[in-house]
Each structure stands twice: as structure tokens, then as C-alpha cells.
């Protein structure tokens, strides 16, 4: 039930801080240490290479979840879309193992990879939001969201989840490898549900940004660098997908090999910089687009802040910005949407779950 809220999506998107607090508890073991299931560890050590297979906003989860585990963990990961995967299957490694990634563990893309990848003997942990899924069920592992049930149309709670869920899973590695990570991951995604708190809270400033770049507009550009960049296409894709603006996701740098022309006077740029190896290249391509006559929107995390910011987020652990810094994307949005007289919860062409390839 949606309560006292207006929609699904507001809703779920302030029960975020909840979330990740439901998962520390869920994923803690007797010591109170954040793990999943040993034979789950003992799959991931025992693989070559990882295979996150996923659509949409999961697909995105999939990408920060990538670079968890990539620099925690020091186990290669590749990403595909699984509408491209089962018809244009990649050389597989020698012992692959494959992650597939869906809130309602029903998507027909995702499960005919996964019955690809059953055919092949090929062993598939599932993280989902719904046990007894699809999904689920046909894969040899499940990881649950703990979300609950997620309604709106466009995903917000489900995809923090995904990555509070992927960084729970990359330590677990990490430390069955004997690298050990320098901080306390119970600590961090504490923190996280305490700062996701304050920006859920911040509803009138994303109010603001919405109306004042995103009224009249027909395009948006969202730009980062690094993980900045991930959670920028998730930022765009939550934008078209509720408000029907046409908004393009880009890597700071590849925005000059073509696409700045479309920059125009007016034309909002979105950037995120809460990286702090990138900040000052992404601080130089919003002065690129700013020359071209664009309007800029930074959002920056706090330490790595310069004058003119519109909105600065409490500082997180930095591997783990993603949770924290698509929370004003998805109010922006949300707002962009409402703004536009457009159906938040049940945007035109949309269905929550695509059961079809
Ligand atoms: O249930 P799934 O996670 O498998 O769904 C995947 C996509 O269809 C889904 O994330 C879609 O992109 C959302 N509407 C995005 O908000």
C-alpha cells in the first residue's frame, strides 16, 4: 500500500535507507560480520571469470556491482545485456560463473540466457527480490534484495539493494582470498542508510532542480567518470523512462567524440563528481559543455566540492557513492515527471515486469 504517498515511486524511494538496514541485518552472520552462504563463496573462488547477465536497471546494478568485485575481490568480471548475450554469446572463459541480476526474477531476456547457461552446465547464482521466482528458481544459488515488493515502474529501491547486496558479496570473496578490505563494510553501509536518510530529505532541493532544468527542456545529458558514469545511465534511464525527456547517460570523456554537438544554449548537463581520481578531468568537461552554452548541474560529494555546485552529498565510503548518489537522480526524475503532468507510476509503453524476449 502506498499509504500517505502520492506514488509507488516516491514511496520506494524514500524506503531506501530501510533497505540497506534490512540487508545488514539479513546478511550478518553469528559474529555479526556482513557474508553469504559458504557454498556461494566457494562458487565465486572456485570460477575464472564472473558473467553478470542482466536488462535495464538491474544491467546498471550489475556495472558498479563489476567494479566491487573487480577491486575487491581481484576476480574478473564481464557485464552483458541479456537480450545481446543469447544471441551473440561471448567466448566464454574456462570456469565461468554466472550472477544474473532482476528484482522480479521474471525477465524473459534474463531467463533465456539462464537457460542457455543451464544447457551448458554452467553453474548461475540468481539475485533477486522475489524467492520463488523464475529465476530463482532454475539457478543454483539465490541472493535475496529484501526489499520488498517493489511496485512502480521505474526501479529504485531494487537496484541500491542489487549493489548493497553485490558489495556484501565482493567482501565475502575478498576475504575468503585473505585480502582483507581496510574498512568495515557494516560500518560503511550504516553510514550510507544514514546519509540516503538525509537525502530523501532533500526532496524540496531536487524539487527545485527539477523545475529549474528540466521543465521545458527536451534533452538532458548525465555525465561521470568512473562509477560517476554507471550511475549516470541509471540516472538518465530513470529520467526517460517516467518524464519521456530524452536523456543520454555519457562518459565524461566520450561526450567531445561526438555527441557534445548536440549541446545547445540551455541544454542541462547533469554531472556527478564524487570520484576523486576523476574530479578534475569531470570538472573539465563540464567547462567544455558550459563553453557550448549548456546549463550544468553538479552534484558532488562532499570534500570534492568547488563553488557553483547545486547540491553536495554527505560524504560515503568512495566504492560505494553509487548507493548514495542515484537518490537525487531517481527525486529528480521523479519531480521531472510530476512537473510534466506524466503517470510516475505507470509510464506509457511500460509494463514492471517484461515477460517477453
Ligand atoms: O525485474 P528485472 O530487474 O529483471 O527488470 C529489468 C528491467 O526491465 C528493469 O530494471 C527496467 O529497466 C526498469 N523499468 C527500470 O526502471
Not at 558489495?167 to 565475502?172: G, H, Q, R, V
Not at 554507471?230 to 534511464?237: F, H, I, M, P, S
Not at 548518489?325 to 519531480?335: F, K, R
Request: with cysteine; aromatic share 6%; glycine share 6%.
Amino acid at each position: 500500500e502506498k499509504g500517505t504517498y502520492p506514488h509507488y515511486m516516491l514511496k520506494e524511494i524514500d524506503e531506501q535507507p530501510f533497505v540497506i538496514r534490512r540487508i545488514i541485518q539479513k546478511y550478518q552472520d553469528d559474529n555479526g560480520e556482513l557474508t553469504v552462504d559458504e557454498a556461494i563463496v566457494k562458487e565465486v573462488l572456485n570460477a575464472d571469470r564472473l558473467y553478470i547477465v542482466a536488462c535495464g536497471t538491474s544491467y546498471h546494478a550489475g556495472l558498479v556491482g563489476k567494479q566491487l568485485i573487480e577491486s575487491w575481490a581481484k576476480i574478473p568480471v564481464e557485464v552483458h545485456i541479456a537480450s545481446e548475450f543469447s544471441y551473440n554469446m561471448p567466448l566464454l572463459s574456462e570456469k565461468p560463473l554466472f550472477l544474473f541480476i532482476s528484482q522480479s526474477g521474471e525477465t524473459a531476456d534474463s531467463r533465456a540466457v539462464l537457460v542457455q547457461t543451464n544447457k551448458l552446465g554452467h553453474k548461475a547464482i540468481t539475485i533477486t527480490n522475489v524467492p520463488g521466482s523464475t529465476l530463482s528458481r532454475e539457478a543454483d544459488y539465490t541472493l535475496l534484495l529484501h526489499a520488498g515488493p517493489e511496485i512502480a515502474v521505474a526501479s529504485t529501491k531494487a537496484y541500491t539493494a542489487q549493489i548493497a547486496v553485490l558489495a556484501i558479496l565482493a567482501a565475502a570473496a575478498a576475504k575468503a582470498k585473505g585480502l582483507e578490505l581496510d574498512f568495515d563494510l557494516t560500518k560503511e553501509l550504516a553510514i550510507i542508510a544514514n546519509v540516503m536518510e538525509m537525502l530523501c530529505d532533500a526532496k524540496e532541493e531536487m524539487e527545485n532542480i527539477a523545475s529549474d532544468y528540466l521543465t521545458l527542456t527536451r534533452n538532458c545529458f548525465f555525465i561521470g567518470r568512473a562509477v560517476d558514469y554507471y550511475v549516470c545511465l541509471e540516472g538518465a534511464l530513470k529520467l526517460k523512462e517516467i518524464s519521456y525527456i530524452q536523456a543520454e547517460g555519457f562518459a565524461g570523456g566520450e561526450l567531445k567524440h561526438g555527441t557534445i554537438a548536440l549541446i545547445e544554449n540551455g541544454t542541462p548537463v547533469i554531472a556527478l563528481a564524487t570520484q576523486e581520481h576523476v574530479n578534475l578531468s569531470i570538472r573539465g568537461n563540464v567547462k567544455e559543455v558550459v563553453a557550448r552554452g549548456a546549463n550544468p548541474c553538479v552534484i558532488s560529494m562532499r570534500g570534492l566540492e568547488s563553488d557553483g555546485d547545486r547540491f553536495i552529498i554527505p560524504a560515503v565510503h568512495p566504492d560505494l557513492t553509487p548507493l548514495v548518489s542515484v537518490v537525487p537522480l531517481q527525486l529528480i526524475a521523479y519531480y521531472a515527471a510530476l512537473h510534466r503532468g506524466c503517470d510516475v507510476d505507470k509510464p506509457r509503453n511500460l509494463a514492471k515486469s517484461v515477460t517477453v524476449e
